[in-house]
Each structure stands twice: as C-alpha cells, then as structure tokens.
C-alpha cells in the first residue's frame, strides 16, 4: 500500500514522456492525459481513506533512512487537497478537450499539463524541503510554457513578468533551503522541526520569514501579489483555469505545512494576520475596478488568498480546519468561474464587459452555472463558500479576533458587488450591437467540464460534515505532528 | 577562505538584485543569471569546511569527509536555472521579434483603467493623457 505514494507523481510524469512519444495522435495523447489523472484522483482517494484511517502514509524513496532519503508523505492534508486538485485538473482537462482551437491542439500541450499535474502531486506529497523546490519547479516550468502557449504578443509580454518574478522567488527558495540547511544540517522537515527548537529563536524567525517571503509571492498573498492579475488573464482559457485553481493554492499549502510543521507559532500570529487582512482588501478592491471577466475573476484569486492566510494566523484546530475546509471549496471554485468565462468567451469573442450583455435570454445554462459559482465565491448560503467562510468566521471570533473578522465579513460583501457588476454586464441587459461580437454555441464538452466542476462545489455544501470531520482531522495532524514525524522515520 | 566565498556570495546577490531592477530585458536576465550563481555558492557554503571524498569504502581518510548533499543540491539547482534560463532568452527574443524593443512593458490593461479613472476624478483632457510621458520615455 504504501509504495502507492509515489504513483500520483510518476504516473503523469510517465505519462507525459509515453505522449510525447505519441506526438503524430493528438486524439491518443488525450486518452492518455484522461486514463492518467483519472487513475491518479483514485488512488490518492484511496490514500486519503488510508489516511484518515490509519495515519499517514509514507514511502522512503532508495531506502534510505529517514534524515537521509526522500521521503514522500500522504497524511490527511495532502491527500484531501490532492484529491480535489486532481479532480479540477480532471476538469479542465475534459474543458481543453472540447475547446475547437487549433493552439490547443498542439502536441505539446497534452504532455505539459501531465507534467503540471505531476508537479502539483510531488508537491503536496513531499516531505523534504530541497525535493519541494524541485516539485515547484518542475509544475513552474511546465507553466512557463502554458502560459505563453501561442506566443502572442501580449502573451509574451505577461509571460515574461511571470517567469522573471517566479525565477526569482525560486531563487529565494532555494536561498531559504541553503541557509536551513547550514542551521540545521538536514532537508527533512519534520528532521529540520526538530533541531530548530534548539537554535536560537531570532535565527528560527529570520529563517521562517526568509521562507515566508518565498512562499509568499508564489502564492500571491500581500504585498507580494501584484504579478498575478497581469498574468493570467492572457493565457488561453483552460491555462488560465487551471492556474487560478491550483498554482497560488499550491504556494498555500507550502506555507501551510512549513509554517505549522517548522516555525509553529504560540497563539495567533499578528503578522499573518496583518498581512490576511491586506490581501483581501487589496484584491477585492483591484477587482472593483476592472471591467474585463478574466481580470475581475483574477483579482479574486488575491482576495481569496486572504481567507485561507487568516485561518492560518489563527494557529488553532478551528482556524486551520476552516482554511483547509476553504482551500478545499476554492480550488474547484475558482476554476469554475474560469471555465465558465471560457464559455462565455467562446460564445461571443470577449470577455470584456462593455462588450457582453443579454446572455441570460442567449445562454441561460452558462448564466446558472456562473450565478452557482458566483455566490458561492462571494459565500451565500447555502453554497460551499458559506461553509467555508462560516467555518473561518467561527474560528475567528473564537479567538477574539474581531478587526479581521469584520474586515473579512466586508469583503464578502465588496466580492457580492463585483459578482454583480458581472452579472448585470454580462448576462443581464441588451445584446450589444456591435458586428464584431459573434455568438457561437459552445461544444457540448466545454459545458458539461464547467457544469460537472460546478457540480463539484455543490457537493461541497452538501458534503460539507464528513469533509469539516477530514479538514479538522488534517490540522489536528499539522498541530501535533508526531505521526506525521513517527512515518518519517524520526 | 569562507570569508572569501561569503563576501563573493554577496556582491553576486548585490549585482544581481541591482541589474534586476533595471527596465531591460537582457540586463535582467544577466541580473537573474548572477542571483541563481550566489545562490550555488551559498548551497556549497551550507555544507560546512571541504574534506575527504565521501566515497564508501574510502577508510583511509585522515581529514573527515566532505558533506555531498550540498554538491548534489547545487548540481540539480544550476539544472533547473540552466534550463528556465534557456526558456527566459528565448522568450526574450520573441519578444524582440515582436516588439523590436528590449524593454519590459506596463500592464496595458491597468494602465488603461487607471487612465479612465484619472479622467473620471479630475476632468482631464483626453488629450493631455493621451500624451502620458510615462507611455514614451
């Protein structure tokens, strides 16, 4: 059982090389990309059953002892946000199938987004520090390239902030991993916890904010954030999608397992918090402003980040199931919303408010699909966001935290009007007259990859005990690793 | 000697950092490229003084052995920036192609909305703002 750990990183990785070979086949390297992460999303659901059971699940790989080898680690947490990324990657996927352009039926695309895929599961699943570099990079470079996909002239320009500003917090990274490694003289994290409790304490803090800034931008939180909304809207549709439900959520969680495994604050930390609470603001009121689908849903991303950071700084069993609980109803969300302005651009040829309108009478299914998804971002009951952001807001005023539980609060509601302000531009009104605007029904595929993703949040709300039962199982975990450390070898 | 490498560490972090804040593609790269050389050195730094190959069956050593994590960490760090490097010139030179200019450019569509609300706010002339000094330096 446990050698099947590594199967959700090798299998798309595999996979990607066995595609590549298929190049001449567009229509194999599909069935290909489908078989795998399909096979992949089982067998990390199994792990998360193994691990919600039994503990952890954990593989070293060479066999080398524990401080020395490379360890791979299924607890609760990695396998539930595993299991619904491969899910929306699953999605997407699907999506991209069904999407009649000719850049994305290009031969390299199918083996890139395995790799992607390959990439986040190494990530979720490692439990060496220098090994979740490499994880990042090999999904980051995998990207580098989506995101460029095409090479248009904006694409290109976009792209290249992407990449500079991604080299460069992976630069800090490794600048963070080096200077651990000199304090500590080990990469296994639950190994590094342990021998940082002994060093001095400013050492400790200056090395977890190092890592902090790192993990930071790669997750778009405040200050840090400002690369985001000038990227990703740019990228074709499915790209986009995929990007905006996995990659800032993948710097998330590797803020999450380090800051609680390695640098474990007493009670609630001030800072986090701080900077929670700017990231929702900032990305709420960016979204105000902008009057494109793509860039208003981008600077969401931002101001969702906020959310999942304050349940952090919590540093309680209630603040952090509430941000894994959140984490978890975000990923499908946000990809969600995506795809469904990738059914509206494919329709009419934009995603430019001013230039949309009258959707509803034309397309009243993609309407009701981004109303779900569109409450559900701003956490109206009874969708999946008001599960989330309840959970968050409880263990808020648990802890007394009123200022960022207000400040929260208010930007649901900021989320609400900007959700409108694409509402009534886009799907109410008149059908604008102008001859450039085109309508063309979307393929069949497209709208049932963005109605099963949609599907997929309502199950959250429904759903919503036995994955608030895992999500507090999961931080329990975090809080008092010594399984996680037991399987580790230490 | 450490000394030496650390103050080397740190004029390449300086350099780097100050071509990376430059407008011009090709500097930051150049700058990108120095920051991920600092960073190799501090990798070989952290694995603490030089010593005997860490070879198994190696028994005759008289100095301890060499830490070979760090080496083996810094090998796989230049791969990596090798090859996103490679990936960063290319784009650089469609981006070239495409602009005929080495200078990285604004976010088009902020710019645009924050021009519109500079308009809403304050009455300016279209005309004036067409002319932003900042669009063409």
């Known amino acids: ?105 290009a031969f390299y695309f199918h083996p890139l987004y395995l790799v992607l895929t390959g990439g986040v599961s190494a990530v979720f699943l490692t439990s060496d520090l220098f090994n979740l570099f490499v994880a990042i990079e090999i999904m980051l470079s995998a990207s580098y390239v989506l995101i460029t996909i095409g090479g248009g002239k904006a694409q290109v320009r976009s792209g290249m902030t992407y990449v500079v500003i991604n080299l460069l917090a992976s630069t800090l990274l490794v600048t963070a991993v080096a200077l651990i490694y000199a304090a500590t003289g080990s990469l296994n994290m639950a190994d590094v916890a342990e021998r940082l409790t002994v060093l001095d304490p400013t050492l400790v803090s200056a090395l977890g904010a190092l890592l902090l800034v790192a993990l930071g931008i790669k997750a778009a939180i405040f200050p840090l954030f400002f690369w985001l909304p000038d990227a990703y809207p740019t990228a074709p549709v499915a790209v986009t999608a995929v990007f905006a439900g996995l990659l800032t959520k993948v710097g998330v969680y590797a803020i999450i397992r380090t800051q609680t495994l390695m640098f474990p604050s007493d009670g609630v930390s001030t800072l986090l918090m701080w900077f929670a609470g700017l990231t929702m603001v900032v990305g709420v009121l960016g979204a105000i402003a902008q009057d494109d689908m793509k860039r208003i849903l981008s600077f969401h991303i931002v101001s969702q980040i906020g959310y999942m950071l304050f349940g952090l700084s919590l540093f309680s069993v209630a603040g952090i199931s509430a ?48 109303g779900l998804a569109a409450l559900s971002l701003a956490g109206i009951p009874p969708t999946s966001g008001f599960v989330g ?57 497209m709208t049932l990859a963005a109605g099963g993703l949609v599907a997929v949040t309502v199950a959250i709300a429904i759903g919503a005990q036995p994955l608030w039962e895992l999500s507090v199982h999961a931080a329990e975990g975090l809080l008092d690793p010594a399984a996680y450390r037991a399987v580790m070898g230490r | 000697m450490n000394l030496v490498l650390l103050i080397g560490v740190g004029v390449l972090f300086g350099t780097g950092t100050y071509l990376l804040l430059q407008r011009t593609l090709t500097r930051i790269v150049l700058g990108l490229a120095l920051l991920g050389h600092g960073v190799n050195v501090l990798l070989l730094l952290a694995g603490g003084p030089a010593g005997s190959p860490p070879l198994i069956g190696e028994t005759a050593a008289t100095v301890p052995y060499a830490d070979p994590l760090p080496q083996a960490m810094a090998l796989t760090a230049i791969v990596i920036t090798f090859g996103i490097m490679a990936f960063l010139l290319a784009l650089a030179y469609r981006s070239w192609t495409l602009t005929h200019d080495d200078e990285v450019e604004d976010d088009v569509e902020d710019r645009r909305i924050a021009r519109t609300r500079a308009r809403d706010e304050d009455h300016i002339e279209p005309d004036a703002l067409e002319a932003d000094p900042e669009d063409h330096p």
Not at chain 1, 37 to 63: C, I, K, N
Not at chain 1, 334 to 343: D, I, M, P, S, T
């Open chain 1, 1 to 105: 059982m446990n050698s099947v750990v590594v199967l959700p990183v090798v299998l798309p990785l595999a996979g990607a090389a066995v595609s590549l070979l298929a190049w001449r086949s567009v229509r194999l390297q599909q069935v290909i990309a489908v078989v795998l992460v399909a096979v992949s999303l089982a067998l990390t659901v199994l792990l998360l059953l193994e691990a919600w059971r039994d503990g952890p699940v954990a593989v070293t790989l060479g066999g080398w002892p524990g401080s020395f080898g490379i360890t791979l680690v299924a607890d609760t947490l990695a396998a539930l946000l595993l299991a619904i990324s491969l899910l929306t990657i699953l999605a997407v996927l699907v999506f991209a199938i069904g999407q009649p352009r000719a850049d994305k039926g």
């Open chain 1, 323 to 370: 941000a894994v609980l959140f984490v978890t109803h975000q990923i499908p969300v946000k990809a969600a919303l995506f795809l469904v302005n990738g059914l509206v651009e494919e329709r009419r040829g934009t995603a430019a408010l001013h230039r949309l309108g009258g959707l509803l009478r034309r397309a009243p299914l993609t309407a009701g699909l981004f």
């Open chain 1, 389 to 445: 952001k309840l959970a968050l807001v409880q263990a808020g005023l648990s802890a007394e935290a009123w200022t960022i539980t207000g400040i929260s609060l208010g930007v649901s509601v900021l989320t609400l009007l900007s959700m409108t302000k694409i509402w009534a531009g886009a799907f109410w009104g008149k059908e604008p007259e102008d001859d450039e605007v085109t309508d063309r029904r979307p393929p069949r595929t």
